[in-house]
């Protein structure tokens, strides 16, 4: 069985999800726009148009860690 599935799902007030088609402006994680480059690269055009990125200052705590990486990685299974 050979299913299309947009890569960026919506849910609506009615909790109810979307896979969205044609142009839009959304919020991604990282590893999604990954998934996005290495599986989609020659059906979906991204345009990234601001980003933001966290990186502890390891001086100050040496044994921080990634808190949301179990997380993240748990979604992109």
Request: glycine share 4%; proline share 5%; hydrophobic share 40%.
């Given at each position: ?24 402006e959304?919020y ?15 059906k979906v055009?991204c345009q ?6 966290f990186?502890?200052?390891r ?19």
């Amino acid at each position: 069985m050979n299913v299309r599935i947009a890569p960026f799902p919506f849910r609506s007030k009615l909790n109810m999800i979307f896979y969205t088609c044609g142009a839009f402006e959304t919020y991604a994680t990282l590893p999604k726009l990954n998934v996005v480059e290495v599986y989609y690269s020659n059906k979906v055009r991204c345009q990234v148009v601001e980003g933001f990125q966290f990186i502890p200052d390891r001086s100050v705590d040496k044994d921080y860690g990634y808190i949301f990486s179990d997380l993240i990685s748990e979604q992109y299974k």
